[in-house]
């Protein structure tokens, strides 16, 4: 059990890093998380790719985010779709451009339920 004369500094110590942000994202100099791409896909654990539709404009990237399970991308074939993104990813980013206008389908061949679309502009 602490003391009296323990638990004052413990709380000083405490009150400082709360109000210092520490391990927050409140611009108090704590620990902050990179901010995602604006046109990005996450691949889930959940077994989803949220969201499941984006829309951009032609030209844009899509940023696929695969988290801590392993996922791919393999687009329904027509023209102007962007390459497949095969393989088993997990904790990277790939990007992919679009650059015809139109309505892009994709599955994870890993997760078959797993489905997105594109719309580009």
Do not use: E, K, W
Not at 48 to 58: L, M, S
């Amino acid at each position: 059990m602490l003391n009296r004369t323990m638990r004052i500094p413990l709380a000083a110590m405490a009150s400082a890093l709360l109000a210092y942000g520490c391990g927050s994202n409140n611009g108090g100099g704590g620990v902050t998380s990179p901010t995602p791409p604006a046109n990005s896909v996450a691949a889930t654990p959940a077994l989803a790719f949220t969201p499941a539709t984006i829309t951009v404009n032609a030209g844009d990237a899509v940023t696929f985010a695969f988290g801590s399970v392993a996922h791919n991308v393999f687009f329904d074939p027509q023209a102007g779709v962007p390459g497949d993104i095969p393989g088993n990813n997990a904790n990277v980013s790939v990007a992919r451009t679009f650059t015809t206008a139109g309505s892009y389908s994709y599955t994870c061949h890993i997760h078959p339920q797993m489905h997105g679309t594109v719309v580009v502009n």
